[in-house]
């Protein structure tokens, strides 16, 4: 084994993770390949061509590239705890009428676990990823996350579920790059067709981004189960038909399928009547949220209420907020207005550039 150690990198055949094991590899370490199988993309239902990162397309690249640099390269297969948790779960949340963050779910409960079984089976000390985030041992002695160098790509948001006990085996080689400059070593390393690949599905496993369809295809019967609702406004009104609540988000405009003569929105979901709930923009503000399912990361939990910033999408710039902790809840409250919480999607909390915690977006 090298001086540096034995590194297990998820190769999704994406160019952030080839990259990320062919820096590993040229920094000295036994690099093993591995790509997860989640997902039979052909199996979804959709007209896509295979693009996803299940694709077989997706594992030959990973594996070619690993050839190519004489480390070996194994698949995974994960489909069944794959489909029984993040899959069940997405179809499951917008039955209950929220915002499924599979991504997060995904980290939390399948990747890390499954990728830190078959490190140990193969003595790696380390596992690897390609997302752009970083990572540190604080002064307390904790593991923290905090945001990849390339603003534009940092993914700190999808990672406040990951454990210390993981998190204490895991590098994100790229966290102090940018997209652009990981493309630019992409085609040094003479790989012109990975430099110029795509990003990535935003769901790996929902085909063509048409969620509706894959709702449907995983659960034939839903549409006689829950069939059409009613579009209210908050007074109680009924300004329109819908085509069953599972089908909006919270904050969604395009695509309801009624013109009020102004912009309405989604505000909220009413899983109990099938009302979908249309409000103007503003209706969509609230000053207070909480979360439950907390994962704290920097500090093992906070004694009292901390400012911090609080980001409640993916690409939100976060909101300034105080902090209260109740146990498995917290409660965020935030200077000014925010607008479109959803509940089920996550809500992460941040201490300047450092991921504090995060967890799911309640009612
Ligand atoms: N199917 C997979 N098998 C192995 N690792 C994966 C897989 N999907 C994702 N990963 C890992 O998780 C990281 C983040 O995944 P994400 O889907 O966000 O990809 P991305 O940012 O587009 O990166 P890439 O360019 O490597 O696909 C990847 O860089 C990779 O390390």
């Given at each position: 084994m090298s001086k540096k150690g034995r590194v297990?990198?998820?190769?999704?055949?994406?160019?952030?993770?080839?990259?990320?094991?062919?820096?590993?590899?040229?920094?000295?370490?036994?690099?093993?390949?591995?790509?997860?199988?989640?997902?039979d993309y052909a199996s979804a239902g959709g007209s896509s061509k295979e693009t996803g990162c299940c694709s077989?397309?997706?594992?030959?690249?990973?594996?070619?590239?690993?050839?190519?640099?004489?480390?070996?390269?194994?698949?995974?297969?994960?489909?069944?705890?794959?489909?029984?948790?993040?899959?069940?779960?997405?179809?499951?949340?917008?039955?209950?009428?929220?915002?499924?963050?599979?991504?997060?779910?995904?980290?939390?409960?399948?990747?890390?676990?499954?990728?830190?079984?078959?490190?140990?089976?193969?003595?790696?000390?380390?596992?690897?990823t390609g997302h752009y985030a970083n990572i540190r041992m604080h002064d307390n002695g904790r593991y923290v996350i905090s945001k990849g160098r390339d603003e534009n790509k940092d993914q700190s948001y999808v990672l406040w579920g990951v454990s210390q006990e993981n998190l204490a085996r895991t590098q994100f080689p790229l966290g102090s790059f940018t997209k652009k400059e990981i493309r630019q070593m992409a085609?040094?390393?003479?790989?012109?067709?990975?430099?110029?690949?795509?990003?990535?599905?935003e769901i790996c496993f929902v085909p063509d981004n048409d969620y509706r369809a894959f709702l449907r295809h995983k659960r034939p019967t839903l549409d006689q189960e829950i069939g059409p609702g009613n579009f209210i406004l908050s007074d109680g009104t009924v300004v329109g038909q819908h085509i069953g609540y599972p089908y909006f988000t919270i904050g969604q405009r395009k695509g309801l399928g009624i013109a009020l003569g102004k912009p309405m929105f989604v505000i909220e979901i009413l899983p109990e009547s099938n009302s979908v709930v249309l409000g103007e923009e503003h209706e969509l503000e609230k000053s207070q949220a909480f979360v439950?399912?907390?994962?704290?990361?920097?500090?093992?939990?906070?004694?009292?209420?901390?400012?911090?910033?609080?980001?409640?999408?993916?690409?939100?710039?976060?909101a300034e907020s105080v902090l209260t902790q109740q146990g498995n809840v917290m409660q965020v409250d935030f200077a000014h207005q925010v607008k479109g919480i959803a509940p089920g999607q996550s809500a992460v909390f941040y201490e300047g550039n450092d991921l504090l915690g995060g967890g799911f977006l309640m009612k």
């Open positions: 297990l990198v998820a190769m999704s055949g994406g160019v952030d993770s080839s990259v990320a094991a062919v820096m590993l590899h040229e920094q000295g370490y036994d690099v093993i390949g591995i790509t997860m199988k989640t997902w077989l397309d997706s594992i030959n690249d990973a594996r070619a590239l690993a050839v190519g640099y004489g480390f070996p390269h194994y698949i995974l297969d994960i489909r069944d705890e794959f489909g029984d948790y993040v899959i069940d779960n997405f179809v499951d949340e917008y039955i209950a009428g929220r915002t499924p963050n599979p991504c997060v779910l995904c980290n939390t409960h399948i990747k890390w676990s499954a990728l830190m079984k078959r490190a140990d089976k193969l003595d790696c000390e380390f596992i690897a085609l040094e390393m003479g790989q012109a067709e990975l430099a110029k690949k795509s990003e990535s599905y439950r399912d907390i994962n704290l990361v920097k500090y093992a939990s906070l004694e009292r209420p901390m400012e911090a910033v609080t980001k409640i999408r993916y690409k939100d710039a976060g």
